[in-house]
């Protein structure tokens, strides 16, 4: 427990003699491995309203607390523009952020406002948020209702105006539900607004919002409509209080478009719009996440924790694929190659143009990379159920995760009567039916090239693609189950035909002419027996193909008896006892589907079932964890069929068997094939992990190299190909067949060719058209990669360059700190919480004075192997001194096991440790002797501390002394300029505070000065409080200065 007065923050008390407990949180919470979190929080003010039985009652934690007084504290802010100051909370999953949600709405019901708006990504989440509200006691007094209840306008109206208080929940699909083709307007949006009112001053959630923001880049339809939505019902209401609820959305800027309330782009900043704050936060690189982090922390409008990982292990398991699963993925590579030329000969054949193609070979790689995604998933399904059946028998649950389903691969060959079908359904042979029958360039699939929702007819009129105004050049593809899912998006091209076939005059348009009918008759025909000599193909590769990942398991586990599946499928292919697949709802008699997955988790938390497979749509928010309040608390095994290329959003899925008030700590394995791609996703986890606290268990993976960072695994790869294409010497032998591998780079794309798109999303996209050349080729390939990889780190390591790292200043030294300028950028709106940066002077003194010393290091009282120790023997008439403490215990045995820290007035604390053996050869205890008891240490300390500043340890131990010691000091001085000894003192400027609100303007004046300068973060604390800022060159201070007080005002 921990006692309210010493927590920084205030309660209001209903009574005099009430007295509050606040209790700890239930697991350890860490702050995210990040330099933002060394930025101090600002000083609370904000009393809140809770009565004390939520509180002593322990269903809101301290640190749970402390978020709700800054969301609250947040919320009495005002933007430049009069809309309210909105919060960010960046937790991740376990850390309980339902609870403080609803401690967020209770304390805003409490004070008069009742209304409140919950937003999620799943209907399920109703039932934990009015379980959040219920467990810190609340539950009677504030009801919850979903609007996804309510199918029809009339009953949304009548819900709306009967409903005077409480909270509505919301999913973003119910947000664009009820479109009226009439008025065209959002009519879910607009009851919500009638119900809020236009003075609405409640608490708005976006839950995972992070999910639904992607304006710039948009996707589907309906996802743009919900981003917009999204934004009008914010612009609507001013004056409500919104919390935003992302783990991933500082790690991926982009997806912060909809949370304008943040306040860090829009009137009175630096940027107009959120693009140019995109731009400008593109210029940090890496570390651009941490920058705007840093600069919402310091207003007070973010948090970002994770439960600690300290006792959950992880294993990267190496799966081997077996003789016929490569022999079948090698046909498959076989086949797409000869799709690819297939394609390109069609498009010939057509004439088709530049923009026809563009969106041609935009669906080609789109099929291609989720056709080898499904085989990689296949590929790991037979190690999974292994791992799993194992885990079980031992006495643990497993958890199998992953991303997609396919689910509507396998309703597309559902029969429509129902019927049994012979096999499982493969989604990786859909896939490659699904682009040759709709985007093959043959006439009856022309329609189908245009973009979903056009207008026009094909063979007479050219059609336009009509796209969003404004929105940026970029192809942009979504993770989805649809198989013919992808858009392009160009603003560019609006209006460009989507068959902008190469002709001198109308007569391709009107056919008039006989001869050009028969010429094009003829090469329709051609395309036409080019695309089904295709399908026969496909039909032949498709009875060797994977079935359905989910079904497969499922299927080897013993049916859905045995198995809790957790996703967002309405139906599964069952195998009946007499070996045919049938199509089967997933909802039961007395359990209707939008409660399946709520009653799976029942049984998976009671132990009636000791497996479930949960897809990532229905993990969010979820708990599948040792719960000790739970009947199942054996140890979870999290077994990894697919990853995300997040390090979050895994963590996130990872959340449903890692969370707070767990029995045991659960373990993660990553299954990786020795395909493309596959140790990239693992290797971006693992190091979040590591981050994190989690350590590794070798049991499973034994001989695997130690991980590196994602950027040198992605450097290796860039290497590696250029070396392979010719195009940069090898710094290491090439590989025996890197003829072959280059000849299979270049078919996938990766060569020179004219017809292929550019790669555009780097490494990434490089790996998936790697994962289409065969297995043993890919193998060669990541072998030859990470020999490179295991190069460029010792290289690395032996030039001293690791990127942009964090320089801790003054740690264990002493630090003299001057505020060379403090600069601020404040609006009448918004006085509470100002723009600031400040320019420090900072000077490290690598030794130690004697005040410091005596308050920090000087034993009060202790042992007698500690204190001030002297030199046994005097050196010309000179003693030397430091100062011993015990650091820690090594063994179990007597003092020799023990370690201590030396501390010297020259140099301060020494970093290596010694034994008191060590020490006591030249050193011996000021008070074990009565004659060097009267040695005043201080005056001796400072002798040497003095001594040291202008003098090397040579100098100074020979100066001053006899005509013998005088002629024997050449062949006892040190050499010229020699630093042994000598106590520097280093001066650093430091630029801290709102820094990228004005980044670009930095950046070039630093490189103008010093062309080639990098990027230096440093890191000291001075007294109680934390400064973090950019280490600026002397040569540019005085432009600097110049420059930020255009921005800001001195005072």
């Given amino acids: 427990m921990a006692n309210l007065l010493l927590m920084p923050f205030e309660i209001k008390k209903e009574k005099s003699k009430d007295e509050f407990i606040v209790r700890d949180h239930p697991s350890t919470v860490i702050e995210t491995p990040s330099i933002s979190n060394y930025v101090d929080l600002p000083d609370t003010s904000y009393i809140l309203d809770l009565p004390s039985e939520t509180i002593n009652s322990g269903g809101l934690s301290a640190i749970q607390l402390e978020t709700i007084i800054y969301s609250c504290q947040r919320h009495e802010q005002k933007l430049s523009d009069g809309s309210r100051a909105g919060y960010l909370i960046g937790d991740g999953a376990g850390v309980g952020k339902g609870r403080i949600v609803a401690g967020i709405i209770f304390e805003n019901f409490i004070r008069g406002r009742k209304k409140s708006i919950w937003f999620s990504i799943s ?58 083709s009439s008025k065209k307007r959002l009519l879910c949006l607009e009851q919500l607004l009638k119900w809020c009112g236009p003075n609405f001053d409640g608490v708005i959630v976006f839950d995972d919002c992070h999910l639904t923001n992607d304006l710039n880049f948009s996707g589907s339809t309906n996802k743009k409509k919900i981003e917009l939505a999204v934004l009008q019902l914010q612009n609507k209401l001013p004056n409500a209080r919104i919390v935003y609820i992302s783990t991933t959305a500082v790690s991926e800027p982009h997806s912060m478009a909809s949370m304008v309330r943040l306040g860090l782009w829009g009137q009175d900043t630096p940027f107009k719009d959120f693009g140019e704050f995109l731009e400008n936060v593109k210029n940090f690189g890496e570390i651009a996440g941490d920058m705007i982090a840093m600069e919402m922390r310091q207003r007070g409008s973010y948090v970002n924790r994770q439960l600690s990982f300290k006792d959950v292990t992880y294993q990267v398991v190496e799966v081997c694929q077996l003789p016929k699963f490569i022999t079948t993925y090698d046909s498959s590579a076989k086949l797409w190659l000869h799709l690819q030329q297939s394609f390109t000969e069609a498009a010939e054949l057509m004439d088709l143009g530049p923009m026809a193609q563009k969106i041609m070979w935009t669906h080609f790689w789109s099929a291609h990379h989720k056709f080898f995604k499904c085989l990689c998933m296949s590929a790991k399904v037979t190690h999974a159920v292994k791992l799993a059946s194992e885990a079980v028998k031992s006495g643990e649950s497993v958890v199998i995760g992953l991303q997609s389903t396919g689910e509507a691969y396998t309703l597309q060959k559902i ?101 050009a009918v028969e010429y094009r008759r003829i090469k329709l025909e051609k395309t036409s027996l080019i695309r089904q000599r295709l399908l026969e193909k496909i039909e032949e590769l498709g009875t060797v193909l994977p079935p359905n990942w989910i079904d497969q398991l499922v299927d080897e586990f013993g049916g859905p008896k045995n198995v809790a599946e957790i996703s967002s499928r309405k139906g599964h292919l069952v195998q009946k006892n007499n070996g045919m697949v049938q199509y089967e709802p997933r909802s039961e008699k007395d359990i209707p589907l939008d409660l399946i997955n709520i009653r799976e988790r029942e049984r998976f938390m009671n132990g009636e079932k000791k497996i479930a497979i949960v897809s990532a749509a229905a993990s969010c928010g979820i708990s599948l964890h040792a719960d000790r309040r739970a009947k199942n608390q054996s140890r979870r095994i999290y077994i990894s069929l697919e990853l995300p290329n997040s390090a979050e959003l895994a963590l996130q899925q990872f959340g449903c068997t890692h969370r707070s008030n767990q029995a045991k700590a659960p373990e993660f394995i990553f299954l990786v094939p020795e395909l493309a791609g596959e140790r990239r996703s693992a290797l971006i986890v693992a190091n979040r992990l590591q981050f994190l606290g989690a350590y590794r268990n070798q049991r499973l993976d034994e001989g695997s190299t130690e991980f590196e960072e994602t950027s040198d695994y992605d450097s290796a790869v860039l290497d590696a190909i250029n070396v392979i294409m010719g195009q940069k010497s090898p710094v290491i032998p090439l590989p025996v067949d890197y003829k072959d591998i280059r000849a299979a780079l270049t078919k996938v794309g990766l060569g020179s060719s004219n017809i292929l798109p550019q790669i555009n999303d780097g490494v990434p996209e490089m790996l998936n058209r790697i994962l289409g050349i065969p297995v043993d080729l890919q193998a060669n390939l990541l072998e030859y ?127 290596l440790p010694q034994s008191l053996a060590e020490i006591t050869k030249k050193y011996i205890p000021q008070i074990s002797l009565p004659k060097l008891a009267k040695i005043e240490p201080k005056w001796l300390w400072d002798f040497h501390y003095n001594a040291s500043k202008n003098v090397c340890i040579h100098d100074y131990w020979i100066k001053k002394n006899t005509w013998k010691h005088k002629k024997n000091k050449a062949r006892n001085k040190g050499p010229e300029g020699c630093q042994e000894g000598l106590r520097s003192c280093a001066t650093y400027k430091l630029l801290a505070g709102s820094i990228f609100l004005v980044w670009k303007e930095i950046e070039s004046i630093l490189k103008k000065n010093n062309p080639q300068w990098k990027m230096q973060i440093a890191h000291v604390l001075v007294g109680n409080s934390n400064i973090v800022g950019i280490v600026i060159p002397d040569n540019c201070e005085s432009q600097l200065i110049t420059c930020l007080t255009k921005y800001y005002s001195k005072f």
Wanted: overall charge negative.
């Fill in 415 to 515: 029969p429509d009567d129902g019927s049994a079908m012979p096999n499982f359904v493969s989604p990786a042979k859909i896939v490659m039916l699904s682009l040759v029958e709709k985007y093959f360039p043959a006439s009856d699939s022309f329609q189908l090239l245009a973009a979903p929702n056009s207008k026009g007819t094909v063979g007479g009129k050219r059609k336009s693609v009509s796209n969003p105004v404004g929105t940026p050049k970029r192809i942009k593809q979504e993770s989805t189950d649809d198989p013919s899912y992808c858009e392009i998006i160009d603003s560019s091209d609006a209006s460009a035909p989507v068959f902008d076939y190469h002709s001198d005059s109308e007569a391709d348009l009107n056919l008039k002419d006989e001869a």
């Fill in 785 to 911: 990669c990470n020999c490179v990889r295991s190069m460029i780190s010792n290289q690395e390591k032996m030039d001293g360059d690791n990127g942009v790292k964090i320089l801790h200043l003054g740690f264990n030294k002493c630090v003299h700190h001057r505020k060379v300028l403090k600069l601020t950028y404040q609006t009448s709106k918004n006085p509470i919480a100002p723009a600031k940066i400040d320019l420090h002077e900072i000077e490290v003194d690598s030794g130690m004075d004697w005040r410091t010393a005596e308050e920090k290091w000087l034993p009060k009282s202790g042992q007698a192997d500690e204190g001030i120790y002297l030199s046994k023997e005097k050196a010309y008439d000179k003693r030397d001194i430091m100062l011993v403490r015990r650091l820690k215990i090594v063994g179990d045995g007597d003092k020799g096991d023990l370690k201590y820290t030396v501390i010297r007035p020259s140099t301060g604390v020494q970093l």
């Fill in 123 to 180: 209907t399920d989440l109703k039932y934990d948020a009015e379980r959040d509200l219920r467990d810190i006691g609340c539950g009677d007094r504030i009801a919850v209702h979903a609007v996804n209840k309510l199918k029809n306008s009339k009953a949304l109206a009548d819900v709306t105006a009967s409903t005077k208080e409480g909270v509505i929940f919301c999913t973003y699909s119910d947000l664009i539900n009820e479109l009226s």
